[in-house]
C-alpha cells in the first residue's frame, strides 16, 4: 500500500511564486499541493474546505499579514507551517517571531539562478515541508522572549601533523527542525565562562546572521555568525552562515573555524556531520558532541566518529524533540552517550 502524500496549501500573494512553489513541490512524489491562496481569507475558505497536512506561508501579505494569521491558525487549528520568506533585512525578524508562534521551518522563496542553486532551493523546500509533517506541534504559549538587541569527505582536508597539547574544551551542536527554539533554550542557561561552542543550524543564507545577533541579546554568552579563522573561546558560540559549510580547526593549542562553500551533505550546506567529523579529527576528546531536534541523518555519522575519537556526545530525547529524526539516527548508530530532555542539555554539558 503506497503512503498517501503530504498535502499541501500555498499562501502567497504572489501568483508568480505560487506557481513557482506548486511546480516546485509537485516534483517531490511525496508532496501533493491541494490548494493556493493569494491571502488568508482565501486560505482560510481552502483550510474549510480540505484540511492541508502543511502550509507555506508567506508573511508580508495584504488584508492580513502573515503573523497574524499564523497565531490564529496556532490558537484555533494548529497545523504545521512553513515561512517562505525572501531576504529582505526586515523580514527576517518577522520571521522569527513566526517561529516563536509555532512555525517549524523557515526556507527563501525559490527565486531564479543558476540551475543548481534552482535544484539546491527545491531541495530545501521539500525537506522543510516533509518535516513539517513529522513535526510534533506545542500550543501557542504566550510569549516570555525579550526583544533582542539590535558526504563530507569532499570538505574535509587531511588532518595536518601532530598538534600542540591542549585541554581546551570545544562544545559542538546539531540542530534543524525545531533548532532554533531549542538551540535558545539551551544557550540562555549557559553561563559566560562556558567553553567554546560551535553550531549547525540548518537555516537559509542571511537569516543565520540575524539568529545569531538575536541569541546574542538573549544569553550570557557571546554568539555570532562566524566567519574563517573566528577563534573558539570561552563565552563565545559560532554559528555557521547559512549556504556554507563549517569546520573545526587547530593551529597548535588554539581552536578556529573555517568556513567554506562544496557540495550539499546529507542534503544540507551547512552540514551537522561536516562540522562533527571535524570536530572528531581535531578536537578528539576535548570535545563535547550535542544533536539537537531535526529530521534526517545529518551529524549521524559524525557524531559516531567524535564518539570513536573519545568525545562525550548526548542527544535530545524523543519527548522534547519536534521532530525525533537526527537524534534518533545518530542513537541508531550508536554515537551516542547520553539522552536527555532538552531543559537537562545545557547542565549536561556543564
Known sequence: MSTPKIRVLIVDDSAVVRQTLRDVLDSDPEIEVIATAGDPFVAADRISE?????????????????????????????????????????????????????????????????????????????????AAAQARLRPLRPSQTVEPKLNADCILSPASHAMAETTEKVVAIGASTGGTEALKTVLEMLPADTPGIVIVQHMPELFTRAFAARLDGLCNITVKEAETNDTVIRGRALIAPGNHHMLLKR?????????KDGPLVCRHRPSVDVLF???????????????????????????????????????????????????????????????????SVAAAIL
Open 50 to 130: 480540505q484540511v492541508p497536512d502543511v502550509i507555506t506561508l508567506d508573511i508580508e501579505m495584504p488584508r492580513m499579514d502573515g503573523l497574524t494569521f499564523l497565531k490564529k491558525i496556532m490558537s484555533q487549528h494548529p497545523i504545521p507551517v512553513v515561512i517562505c520568506s525572501s531576504l529582505a533585512g526586515e523580514g527576517t525578524q518577522s520571521a522569527f517571531k513566526a517561529l516563536e508562534y509555532g512555525a517549524v521551518e523557515i526556507v527563501t522563496k525559490p527565486r531564479m539562478g543558476t540551475k543548481q542553486f534552482i535544484e539546491d532551493s527545491r531541495i530545501d523546500i521539500c525537506n522543510a515541508v516533509k
Open 251 to 259: 593551529s597548535g593549542a588554539r581552536y578556529y573555524v573555517e568556513i
Open 277 to 343: 567529523r571535524s570536530a572528531a579529527r581535531y578536537a578528539g576528546q576535548n570535545a563535547l558532541g550535542v544533536i539537537l531536534t531535526g529530521m534526517g541523518d545529518d551529524g549521524a555519522r559524525g557524531m559516531l566518529e567524535m564518539k570513536q575519537a573519545g568525545a562525550y556526545t548526548i542527544a535530545q530525547d524523543e519527548a522534547t524533540c519536534v521532530v525525533f529524526g537526527m537524534p534518533k539516527e545518530a542513537i541508531k548508530a550508536g554515537g551516542v552517550d547520553k539522552i536527555l530532555p532538552l531543559n
